[in-house]
């Protein structure tokens, strides 16, 4: 028993604290019955012993049916289960928000060739080499700018790195707290419970430290990455004045520690990314962490409890429930269909959703070209699209009649129904081209009549050549029967065959050609060929606009940056 109970485990077994009330429940069934009793309420207290028989199997088997209900109902909902069953663990990797510093700072080569460029690299290896989780890109100076929002692709924020540069900022400057309080609402503006944000500089004033707790307190871990060295080298500000710039690593430690985050100078290899974290996404505010492989689910197994306590609730309506209950159990399985009968009937589902169904499989049959299969499905269906593909599935079979009838009916059960007046009318119009029923006769049946065709015509130009062989009304003379037939007669002249062969080969060359041509074109170039004078007119005018923006990526942050900075001074930020 304790075995058992061991391998038992329940979901909710705080539940378990509704047993409590069956003493109660058992309570207000006796009062309830003594209540109740109309032998009570018109006999002597003294003389009911005398005729009442004591006890009674019916009277307490109720009460033990509604305990047994109880029990069951409430073991039930606390969730039983006694298996468990893998689940694959799954965990949201934090965003990223990385924040660059372009001020003029930047150009100082005591990282050579620059702090710049190195800070381009190594972003490029961060976006690289990064396993998972959404990342952005910021841009910073006298104001932050996003280059990138978040995104899961790392390749299209990369594709931003070669254009960072100080002249597209606005404005010079240095504001890290700015660029701080932009990573925040960038992540709350993406729903992310947390994040972390990546700041590359060379150091950090007080309001950055100020900003960077406030992100910590939001559950955003801030890291710096710091850019140069403690030497320093010479730079140009943004006035032109000729300063020196050097690394401030206690600034900088200081930022982080107020950030939650870590520090470290920027190095050749990937030794720094590794020790700030970032090559590897932690698991979000709220996640489950991370296990390797996959997780043990104890599964909820309380609804087996609910068929037997649905065969007790019976008693609650009818007496002898147990019987009805008996006979429903034996009589389903007889009257339950075959597999097949019961796949043919459906039941357990409506009348549209097995039309549904029968159109989607047409569908599906019309698109892989059997149409006599689509033709099958859609017949049994009666509503406007059912029609409209039936008529589709008849004419690409060549019953142009029945097609046309379809597209009738569609038209019926929605009048004016485009695709259908289209289609009617191109089937309409193949029908009035379609050949006449001698066409399909057989390739010797078919020469016969080229050859009779050809033999009449010689006839003919024999007789315009020499009419006296005839009458007055085309007949042969009296006296002269009909001229004999050469056995040529009915043979192609050579030379028209020679012809006619030569007029072939020289379309196939033609076409061949065509072909050849067309291999050698590229998508674009063909759709160009295929295209109406409207489409190409079209075209023309939007490559004219694309012509007009700018090829070069640095161009378009500084105008995009310049717009934001000018839409900022207007709201008054």
Known sequence: MNTLLNHVHLARPALLWALAALPLIALLWTWRRRRSSVWRQNVDAHLLPHLLVAGGRRAWSGLALLLLGWTLAVVALAGPGWRQLPQPLWQAPAPLVVALDLSSRTTATDLPPSRLLQARAKLGTLLRERSGGEVALLAYADDAFTVAPLTGDAANVALYLDALAPDVMPRDGQRADRAIEAAVLLLQQSGAKGGDILLLTDRADDPA??????????????????????????????????????????????????????????????????????????????????????????????????????????????????????LVCVMLPLAMPAPAQAAERNWWQRADQRDQQRVAEGVDAYRRGDFQTAQQQFEGVNDAEARYNLGNALARQGQYDAAIAAYDQALALRPGMPDAVANRAAVDAARKRKPPPGAGQQPQQQQQKQNQSQQSQQQQQQQKQDPSSKGEQGQPKPGQGTPPQDPQAGKPDPAEQARADAAQRERMRQALQKQQADAGKTPAQRREANETPQQREQRQAVEAWMRRVPDEPGNLLRQKFQLESERRKRDGQ
Not at 223 to 247: C, K, N, P
Not at 292 to 320: N, T, V
């Open 209 to 326: 430290r100020a900003a960077a707790a406030a992100a910590k307190a939001q559950n955003i871990h801030v890291s710096v990455l710091g850019l140069g060295t403690a030497a320093g080298a010479a730079y140009r500000s943004g006035d032109g004045q000729i300063a020196r710039a050097h690394l401030e690593p206690d600034t900088l430690r200081a930022l982080a520690d107020a950030g939650g985050g870590r520090y470290a100078p920027v190095a050749d290899d990937e030794g720094d990314l590794k020790s700030l974290g970032v090559l590897t996404p932690r698991a979000s505010a709220g996640e489950q962490q991370h296990r390797e492989g996959e997780g043990l689910a104890w599964r909820d197994e309380g609804f087996w409890l609910l068929p037997p306590l649905m065969l007790l609730s019976l008693w609650a309506f009818r007496r002898r429930g147990v019987v009805a209950v008996a």
